[in-house]
């Protein structure tokens, strides 16, 4: 059930992954009424956000549902 996605600019270089593994699937399916897409983390160094989308369960804990690295903070990196 783990899926990813990568995109690449014009001369190969990463701009955008995802990735989802098969218990945050599961994790969406029961608990995806509330979710928080957290974009501030920066990873300077390669110029990418780390972008978490974060659940919470029925224990009001945090659970990590699907993580994604992205270039820009525009609609454009998210589809």
Not at 16 to 32: A, E, K, P, T
Not at 54 to 66: A, D, R, S, T
Request: proline share 1%; hydrophobic share 45%.
């Amino acid at each position: 059930m783990f899926a990813w996605d990568v995109q690449t600019d014009e001369e190969d270089r990463l701009v955008n992954f995802f990735w989802v593994d098969g218990l945050g699937r599961i994790d969406y399916d029961c608990f995806g009424d509330v979710i928080i897409f957290y974009t501030s983390y920066h990873l300077i160094k390669y110029n990418l956000a780390c972008s978490p989308i974060i659940g919470v369960n029925n224990h009001w804990k945090n659970i990590i549902l699907v993580v994604a690295f992205l270039s820009e903070k525009i609609i454009d990196s998210l589809s």
